[in-house]
């Protein structure tokens, strides 16, 4: 699925899924890349063929830049708000529900929605210079969609952290010491390796395993849905707010410079 900027897509392999996002953004995640990404984790898993899932995105720098800006700014009313937070509490839920296994191929830098996606996979493999950010409070929002995947992944004190110094970068070394990351490796091309090895390996493994295994990784969480669409709602009410305005646009204007 390709739109005017970026694109979601993928490819079935040998059991082996691997589903690749993009943005020229640093790979930020507007509402049609949340929307197709949510779609293309559900298809693939009730898709038989597929054993596990490979998710990643393009590129060399940046895993995920988080929220796109330009629709944050362009939000009128709390229900455009809502709808456009649900992006990603869609694209998380469908990552929990999926009986499919699903392995993090880190390239780089996460910001907020993007810490939000690899805390929803059951094992993500970085290199040693993805460092994390949860930037939401800088910008007067708060990572309340993504906040409950980054909890069950690093514990309350590792996201209290994230969220409460919301402009200071975490290292690789940081995410991995508490959970986050689960392997670093040096280079994209040793990462790249280690992937393509788990993956192969979980290819041959017994799916009603897996799928239970899944299910007790996630046990406790049947309430997102509601959870999420609640905290959608948060964020989508903060979003108006002259403060997220003032900020968002000064962001805006010194990356622009």
Known sequence: MRHTEGYVTHEIEHGIATIEFFHPSSNSLPSAILTDLAKTINDIGIDDRVKVIVLRSAGERAFCAGASFDELIAIAT????????????HVINAMRKCHKLVIGRIQGKAVGGGVGIIAATDYAIATEDSSVKLSELAVGIGPFVVG?????????????????????????????????????HKTVLEVDDSVAALAERLAHSNPAAMAQLKKAFWHGTDH???????RAAISGHLVLSDFTRKAINSFKAKTAK
């Open 224 to 230: 997102w849905d509601t959870l999420l669409s609640d």
């Open 148 to 184: 409950p995947a980054v909890e069950r992944k690093i514990g309350v004190s590792g996201f209290s952290q994230l969220a409460i110094d919301a402009t200071e970068w975490r290292s690789a070394e940081w995410a991995k010491r508490h959970g986050l990351y689960s392997e670093l």
């Open 78 to 89: 709390e229900a455009e708000g809502k709808k456009f937070f649900s992006g990603f509490a």
